[in-house]
């Protein structure tokens, strides 16, 4: 029996990359050396949870925001302890969520770095990797290099490239805010000026109401193709723990959920049309993995977008206060598309043709604010260590034209169509696979599910007589 280490590297620090961490250090099959590699200062918090806003709230209610699938009531807990008001229907604030997160990795740090397992965190970017037989190196921003036994893409919700319809202007004079989440640039938005806000996704959302809670008093524009907001949550039903769906064309899925809104006021287990919405959740990657190709493709053309904004919604709290600024006739929120942009410094000028109009409109703002959220395509998405992935024939885009193509359990498939093995991804990059893979209720047990089968296969290469291991 030897008694060789293995070297876990994990890619992003976030939610699902910290998660896969706790649950490997917590795992006693394999001795592991575990090194996560996350610029940011903290771990556990990745996009979603660093904000330092305590207006960004938590889109999903504090009773289903365990960071454990093992302990419904985890975060609950946690959260009443900083605050004895908060319920299970709260909607918490996501800066107190990163504290969980980042509590939870503190705690494993100090509980465990001492037994068999270790980790370390690396603040850098990891920007190629190269894969040789069973083993891979991580190039990182500097030019450094870390081996590893097995590697977990946990790279979240990246941002997109500069749009094509950008003038350098616009670039040089920081009128242009290309990431939503740059602190520095959202307080430098003065109370007077004019913002122009693309996308209306809940990153839009999260932006109105951070700039109203500076003071901003002047016009907000937010454009989006088909101008639509997400949903408000409401507090008034009571979940169904589990719903029959088999349907495998996407119309007749769609037929069902709508006679079974419709029949609402005549069903007495069904108040409201949310209900019929998260009753499918725990039932949607199944669901998902069960339709034809053709079928999936029909539902992310057709319906995607009306999906996610009765699917990701807003706390009632948020939605008041974006109805509240809307009232004062200083929020509106245009359906259409940019067709040019002209002007410079303070006083940009853009050329937007409006849904359904044939003749364009401008629109003059001191700000624009890209608010398209995370990017899901290869082709967009702005990250060098994807594209040296694709570049090395490692990795390739989903039929779906959608995130990369992948296992259901996060295994990597390359340009061949060969499983790579040892090398694993998490979490929103397996969205077109899983369809629900970007929320805290998949990824907690999705990090469980890839700690358990990473340590299982370490064990084998480990001990390949695994009775003798259990004898030893
Ligand atoms: C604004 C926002 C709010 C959200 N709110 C909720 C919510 O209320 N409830 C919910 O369930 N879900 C929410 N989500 C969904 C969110 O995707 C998950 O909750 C979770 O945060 C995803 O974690 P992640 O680790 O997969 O991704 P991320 O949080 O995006 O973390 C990925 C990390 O990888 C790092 N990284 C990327 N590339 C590299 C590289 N090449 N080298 C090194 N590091 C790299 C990044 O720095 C980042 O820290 C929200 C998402 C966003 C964007």
């Avoid at 270790?118 to 083993?135: I, K, P, Q």
């Avoid at 996704?201 to 109105?208: M, S």
Wanted: overall charge positive; proline content about 3%.
């Amino acid at each position: 029996m030897t008694s060789q280490r293995t070297s876990v590297a994990i890619v992003g620090g976030g939610f699902s990359g910290a998660m896969t961490a706790v649950h490997l250090l917590k795992q006693r099959l394999a001795q592991l050396d575990i090194t996560i590699v996350e610029p940011r200062s903290e771990l556990g918090r990745g996009i979603a949870y660093s904000t330092q806003c305590p207006e960004h709230l938590l889109n999903v209610p504090a009773s289903e925001m365990s960071a454990l699938p093992q302990e419904a009531d985890h975060f609950l807990k946690f959260a009443r302890g900083q605050d004895s008001s908060i319920s299970a229907d709260s909607f918490v604030a996501r800066k107190v969520y990163g504290d969980y997160v980042n509590s939870i990795v503190a705690q494993q740090i100090t509980g465990r770095n001492s037994g068999r397992n270790c980790l370390r965190h690396l603040r850098s970017e990891v920007v190629d990797l190269e894969a040789s037989g069973n083993h891979y190196a991580l190039i990182l921003a500097d030019g450094s290099r870390i081996d590893a036994d097995y590697v977990v893409l946990a790279l979240g919700n990246l941002g997109g490239k500069q749009p094509g319809w950008l003038k350098d202007a616009a670039i040089a004079s920081h009128a242009y805010i290309h990431d939503p989440w740059d602190t520095k640039a959202i307080e430098a938005v003065c109370a007077d000026e004019d913002v122009l806000i693309i996308g209306s996704g809940l990153t839009a959302i999260d932006k109105i109401v951070e700039l109203k809670s500076k003071g901003h008093k002047a016009h907000i524009y937010v454009l989006s193709r088909r101008g639509l907001f997400p949903n408000r949550h409401t507090k008034n039903y009571q979940r169904r723990p589990q719903v029959e769906f088999k349907y495998l064309s996407v119309l007749s899925a769609l037929k069902n959920l709508r006679r079974r809104v419709a029949d609402l006021a005549s069903t007495s287990d069904v108040t409201d049309w949310r209900q019929v919405v998260d009753e499918l959740r725990p039932i949607t990657q199944q669901w998902w993995l069960s339709l034809p190709q053709s079928e999936q493709k029909r539902f992310v053309r057709h319906l995607q977008t009306y999906w996610d904004i009765h699917r990701h919604r807003m706390a009632c709290e948020i939605s008041d206060k974006i109805e509240k600024t809307r009232q004062t006739g200083k929020l509106e929120i245009i359906a259409g598309r940019i067709i040019q942009l002209g002007g410079e410094g303070k006083h940009l000028t853009i050329e937007v043709m409006e849904r359904g109009k044939k003749t364009s409109r401008n629109i003059c703002v001191s700000k624009i604010i890209n608010c398209t959220g995370p990017q899901s395509s290869l082709e967009t998405i702005d990250s060098p260590l994807l594209t040296n992935l694709r570049r090395r024939g490692l990795i390739h885009c989903h039929v779906l034209g959608t995130g990369i193509a992948v296992r259901p359990d996060g295994q990597i498939v390359d340009q061949k169509d060969q499983v790579l093995k040892g090398l694993f991804a998490i979490g929103p990059l397996l969205k077109a696979t899983l369809m629900e893979s970007v929320a805290v209720p998949e990824l907690r047990r999705q990090a469980l599910n890839l700690a358990t089968r990473i340590a299982s296969l370490a064990k084998r290469e480990d001990c390949p007589d695994e009775s003798a291991l259990e004898m030893a």
